[in-house]
């Protein structure tokens, strides 16, 4: 309907006062001039055109400002319940007068359910506390402030109970407000912040963890350290005895366990050494493994002779039982078994003083098989040591921690050996976990692995005799070498241990600083028709290295077998070597036997693949004021 009522009413007064005016003159005129004249009757019906005309103007304004209101009020509306953060009127007493769509969708109620709700009972019980403060001090603040000031706003983080129970966090702004009437209400406005607490959380939590990984490190570099120097203090000291002591030189036995000693001291170290190298390969993901026939029953029977001595020196019995029948011979990576039994029985050994470690082989008899289906190999490795507390246990297979991290304890080790057997065990699809422990007690280890049996091979019940431990092991004797080679190696030390190894090993052999000089002794050689047999090379050597050697020397269509001598040990180091040009690769620290069978593997064979003959660019010429790569 239209709102004309009052314009109405307007013209119709001045339609009665027009009539009356007229009557009023029409009745004071007297004959001819009874009549009103023509132009008075025009002039009022003017006057009474041009107010009609305003009247409808003032009519239309007032319909366009009413259909303004009209959607300005929508728009409010519209606002107010799709806003991006909930919003509610809450009263002094703390009821909830009023709420928005996006309170009500953040709690998953409606809006009619909050309405007359206490906002105490939508709040979290561990946060009420903070939210009454807040409101107690808005409303303190409000009695006191300066009309002419802003009404004070206060902020807190605080939960939000949902109508299923959960929790929602919120960044709650509240400020208070007075209406005419002279009722004071609490305008609430809450923002959704579950994210940013997560957040918050999730790097709290990111910054413990790089703490407790900083102090592992940090214990772990100080047990490193530990480790590294007490073998390197028995090396030194007994290298100085050795070069001072006289009983040294007049004592056979003496001088035997002298050289005892510091082998095992260099044993010790490169084991530390190869830990830390396994545990990278397989932190970078680039540990491979072989899927090769394995004597697993020799492997068993390896490792108690290997660990024998050991057990024996220390008053132990060491056994190896099988709880049943096993193959001989299994799909596995032999190495890697190895290496996990021997760590396992190892540590058995060092941490049991009195009593036994036995070693339980056989199938699972819990479960049975695999996930998919395969048999499984359980090795379990009992001893009657120390145990480990609850406490304890809980550190165990992590890297660069130790049941007892304390400098002082009475047993060393890095702490890796567990974590590389874990690892390697995961890999080969198996587990390392320990079964049982109890302080002064003992501990078991089992190791899990697939049982892939290989088709046709023996079932046996019994491991071999044992090796008689105060009997030593027969020494295999070392292959004569004939020949001529030439050892390319920078390092003076090496150069002489090597070449000292060889000669006593039967060849002729000769030395080079570096590449260089390699080349053109190979080049001589060949000049004068005595070529060398089998060149031995450092990869890193000043002038020109091992592999730009061995390019040039394929290039040149050289035939001499190459085997590459480096302190390298990664898989990619010896691929490295190969794709250069070598045939074979024996890594520092030498070990005597293996360099001696690598060379008389080669001496006699033609090394790498013939090709014609090359003569090198002049960017390939050996640049002998090229600094020095050591």
């Not at 005016?21 to 003017?46: C, T």
């Amino acid at each position: 309907m239209k709102p004309i009522s009052k314009s109405q009413a307007s013209i119709a007064k001045l339609r009665q006062q027009a009539e009356e005016s007229l009557d009023a003159k029409a009745k004071s005129q007297q004959g001819d001039q009874a009549a009103i004249s023509a132009h008075d009757a025009l002039a009022m019906l003017h006057e009474l055109q041009v107010q009609q005309i305003e009247l409808e103007l003032q009519n239309e304004e007032l319909r366009r400002v009413q259909a303004e209101l009209e959607e300005s009020r929508s728009q409010f509306f519209d606002l107010y319940d799709l806003a991006p953060v909930g919003y509610c009127e809450v009263s002094k007493e703390g009821t909830i007068l009023k709420a928005n769509l996006a309170l009500a969708t953040l709690l998953d109620m409606k809006r009619n359910e909050l309405v007359n709700l206490p906002l105490f009972r939508i709040i979290l019980e561990e946060d009420q506390n903070q939210f009454y403060h807040l409101k107690k001090e808005i409303f303190a603040t409000a009695a006191v402030r300066n009309t002419e000031l802003a009404a004070p706003t206060r902020t807190c983080d605080l939960r939000l109970i949902r109508s299923n129970g959960s929790t929602v966090w919120i960044s709650l702004r509240a400020n208070v407000t007075t209406s005419y009437s002279g009722e004071t209400t609490l305008n609430v406005v809450a923002t959704d912040i579950s994210e940013r607490k997560q957040s918050e959380q999730s790097l709290k939590l990111a910054y413990a963890a790089a703490e407790v990984a900083s102090r592992s490190k940090s214990e772990f570099l100080a047990n490193m350290s530990h480790e590294i120097r007490t073998p390197l203090t028995a090396i030194l000291g007994f290298a100085d005895l050795l070069a001072e002591n006289e009983a040294a030189h007049q004592s056979p036995e003496y001088r035997a366990q002298i050289h005892e000693t510091i082998k095992n001291a260099g044993a010790h170290l490169l084991t530390v050494i190869n830990d830390i190298l396994d545990l990278s390969k397989i932190e970078a993901d680039k540990f491979t493994i072989e899927r090769v026939d394995t004597a697993l029953i020799g492997i068993l029977a390896e490792v108690e002779n290997l660990m024998l001595p050991s057990a024996s020196a220390k008053g132990l019995v060491l056994n190896t039982c099988l709880t049943s029948q096993l193959p001989e011979y299994i799909l596995c990576d032999p190495t890697r078994l190895r290496q996990i039994l021997m760590n396992l029985v190892s540590n058995a050994i060092k941490f049991t003083d009195t009593g036994h470690v036995t070693i339980l082989a056989g199938t699972s008899t819990v479960g049975g098989t695999t996930s998919d289906g395969m048999p499984q190999l359980v090795i379990d490795i009992v001893d009657t040591g120390l145990g480990l507390t609850i406490d304890q246990t809980q550190r165990l297979f992590k890297p660069f921690g130790q049941a007892d991290s304390s400098v002082t304890r009475k047993h060393g080790g890095t702490g890796l050996g567990l974590v590389v057997c874990k690892r390697l065990a995961n890999i080969l699809g198996g587990d390392v976990k320990l079964i049982r422990s109890e302080p002064g007690q003992g501990s078991c280890f089992r190791l899990v692995l697939p049982l892939e049996r290989i088709p046709n091979c023996a079932m046996l019940s019994e491991l071999p005799p044992k090796c008689d431990p105060k009997q030593p092991l027969p020494i295999s004797p070392m292959p004569k070498l004939t020949g001529r080679v030439l050892l390319a190696e920078d390092g003076l030390d090496n150069q002489r241990l090597i070449a000292f190894v060889m000669r006593k090993a039967g060849v002729t052999i000769e030395t080079a600083e570096n590449g260089c000089i390699a080349l053109q002794k190979l080049e001589q050689a060949a000049s004068d028709g005595i070529p060398f047999d089998l060149l031995l090379t450092d990869m890193q050597m000043p002038e020109l290295d091992g592999y730009s050697l061995a390019r040039i020397l394929r290039k040149n269509g050289s035939s001499i077998p190459i085997v590459a001598l480096t302190a390298h040990a990664m898989s990619e180091d010896r691929q490295k070597c190969m794709d250069a040009g070598c045939d074979d690769y024996v890594s520092k620290p030498i070990d005597k036997s293996l360099l001696i069978a690598t060379c008389a593997a080669w001496l006699g064979k033609l090394g790498g693949p013939q090709m014609p003959k090359y003569e090198p660019t002049k960017s390939e010429t050996p640049d002998h004021n090229r600094p020095s790569l050591s």
